[in-house]
Each structure stands twice: as C-alpha cells, then as structure tokens.
C-alpha cells in the first residue's frame, strides 16, 4: 500500500493563536451587583443592578507582572470609589407612574478599597476578566421591605384642596404644615391626632404670623391657612372610611375649603382632628403640592382590604342672610381707606352622608353635618381708624 504525504496545515494553529490573541485583548472589568425591591399592584418584585468599570490593560497587566496591583490602576479605582459612594440611601415612596402606584426606595453604596483589590488581584492571578467590586449596603430607614412587611402595598384614598387665591404667608403655612405631615405611617388601632402630629406652631418651627378667625373677625396669628392642611389630610382619611374621633367644621363657610363642609378645622388646644386607624393594617400617608397650580393632596396607601367608600354631595339647607362688616387693623391700609380681606358669607347647613362597605355588605354609616354662622365682609383699616372698637 502506497502512503501519500498530506500538506501540512497550520490554520488550527492560527485559528488558537487568534483566539488567545484576542482572549488577552479582552477589556478588563469591575463589576458591581446589587438589587432592589419594588412594590407595584401588591406586588413586591426584586430587580437586579449591575455596573461595571473597565480597567487600563496596562495596568492589569502590570499587576499580574508584579503580582501586586499596580499604582497606575490607583486613579480609576478612586474615580470608581467615588461614584459608588455618591449612591446614597433613597427612603421609600410611592409615585404615580403611568397610572400606577409604584413604591421604589435607594439603598446606599460604601466602597471597599481593600476588599476590591483583593478582588481584583485574585481575579487577575486566576486569568479571569472580571472582578467584583466589594462594597457595604446602607439600607433606608424607611424601605420597600418596610412597607411590605407592614402591609402597605396599595393606594387607598386621596384627599385634595385648592388654596388658589392665597396670599404669601397663607400659602406659606400650609406648606410648612403640610410637609410635617409627609411620610408617616398610622399604626393600627392608632387614633392619628393632627395637633400632636403638627407640633408647635410658631415661629421657631417655620410658621408665620396670618389671619385666623377670632372673636367675630380676622385676627393675625402663627399659622394662619393650617386649616388647609386639616381639610386635605380628613378628606383623605375620611375617604378611607376612618371612623372620626374629633372633628370641628369652621365657624363660617370659607370657600377654599368648599365643597361645603367637607372640612376640618383646628385650633390647638381647643379643636383637633382625630381618626382611628381601624383597617388592622398600617397606613402610610404622603404629602404633595403644585404650586404652580396653588393645590395640596394627601395620599394613603395601606392593604387591600376590600373596603369601599361612598361619601354624598353636600345637601345644604337653612340659608341665612350674611352680617355687617368688620374691621381689623391693617398697617398696609391709609387713615380713612379700608382693604377687602375675607367675603361675606351666608349662614347654612351642610350635611354629608358616608356609608363604608365590606365585602359588599353596608358596615357603617355616618353623617357629616356642618353648621355655618352668617359672616360680614372683613376689612383691614389703619390700625388709627375709628371704626375699630
């Protein structure tokens, strides 16, 4: 048998060579992973996070010369020490997105410079090409986790008010008082008690000085407009079916709080705003504003209980005729001239009707009944001016 000599080929070989070739051109990477939960339609999902960073191949190679990491890789790994540690806790809230709520919080990121680069250095012994980045996790106070575990997974009612029309120091009261009201969780069987929950209103707590209703008129005082943060926070609670511990409506019709008698005022110590929290679930409660469009809205989130509400218009009755006008001093107002500070007003009576529904059956029903006086035009004069008595 004859033996032929076949050529020999060196396209494997090439073909290895190109592979190592290129397998040693490889971008070196640090790569960090992390995740984080969110709570969307009741539901709480985990969601990956993943960046990374690629390293000078210079200096990976350097390192795995010396069988140390070199010090030319010193400036990104402190560019990327720096980026990591920007990441700073984010407590958790709910947003509005797209027509659903959805609850997101931040943890925190703290840079391991050591444990990095022993990542690091072992990785690059081992020939792989990548790394991980060590780091430590600063959780949120308040968290995803937090929140499902205290059963706050869905929106429950809203409550909302205009104050258009308000004057600087109103506009800045309401604010002031609606932000001390800004993510806090009700306990359950707790009575929320608004004054407790407000704190002192004065000027050390960055309230300032606005009319108030006192002794027939307006008078000024630390926190004129609270009462804005009152009525928006019961509408949202009471739209939650919270039975009413301790509610006051105004003394006379104001129209930022229409509809009629949908409101609550307060006046510490002696009217409050108390409700009972008894869904047997935490509710947690988040404040926001436009200020643009001059709105305030409170929003509940808590469990899904099967709770429906159902709350009437006002049916208002027993009109009475507005009174004489008042006066007040007002050092913006000449000797002699007068400024319109509040509308006069009929004297009426309002009454809401709340039935609350579980599982289809009536639990409760309740009745919202406001009852109006007439009120005068008020006017601001020189405090010098006769018809102040």
């Known amino acids: ?198 704190g002192q209103i004065d000027a050390s707590t960055g309230f300032v000085k606005g009319f108030v209703i006192s002794g027939g008129t307006l008078s000024k005082e630390d926190g004129g407009g609270i009462c804005q943060v009152s009525t928006t926070i019961f509408r949202a609670l009471y739209k939650a079916g919270l039975p009413i511990v301790e509610r006051h409506e105004h003394s006379h019709r104001v129209h930022y709080y229409d509809p009629v008698g949908f409101e609550a005022t307060v006046y510490a110590p002696a009217k409050n705003l108390r409700m009972k929290n008894d869904m047997g679930k935490y509710l947690f409660i988040q404040a926001s504003w436009d200020k643009a469009a001059q709105t305030l809205r409170f929003d509940t989130f808590g469990a899904n209980t099967g709770r429906t509400v159902n709350i009437s218009k006002p049916v208002i009755t027993d009109f009475k005729a507005p009174k004489k006008p008042s006066y007040t001093p007002d050092n913006r107002v000449a000797l002699g001239g007068r400024r319109l500070l509040d509308q006069p007003m009929q004297g009426m009576t309002s009454v809401i009707v709340r039935s609350v529904k579980q599982g289809g059956k009536v639990v409760s029903t309740d009745k919202l009944k406001s009852v109006y006086a007439p009120w005068g035009a008020v006017y601001g004069v020189n405090p010098k001016d006769k018809r102040l008595k």
């Open 1 to 198: 048998m004859r033996h032929v000599k076949r050529p020999f080929s060196f396209a494997p070989l090439v073909a290895f060579a190109l592979a190592s070739a290129a397998h040693a051109q490889q971008p070196f990477k640090l790569v960090l992973q992390s995740s984080e939960q969110k709570i969307q339609k009741g539901a709480v999902t985990k969601h990956a996070i993943t960046k990374s960073w690629t390293l000078p191949a210079a200096g990976i190679a350097a390192s795995k010369k010396h069988d140390k990491i070199s010090t030319s890789l010193s400036p990104v790994l402190a560019q990327i020490e720096k980026q990591v540690n920007a990441r700073k806790p984010i407590p958790a809230v709910f947003k509005n997105v797209g027509g659903s709520w959805v609850a997101t919080d931040q943890t925190g990121w703290i840079f391991d410079r050591d444990g990095t680069k022993a990542n690091l250095l072992r990785a690059i012994k081992s020939g792989k090409g990548t790394a991980q980045v060590a780091f430590k996790e600063v959780k949120p106070q308040r968290s995803v986790q937090l929140l499902a575990q205290r059963g706050v997974l869905w929106h429950v009612a809203t409550g909302d008010s205009s104050y258009a029309g308000s004057p600087a120091f109103r506009t800045k009261n309401i604010l002031v008082g609606a932000s001390k009201l800004d993510n806090f969780f009700i306990a359950p069987n707790h009575v929320f008690d608004f004054n407790k929950e407000i």
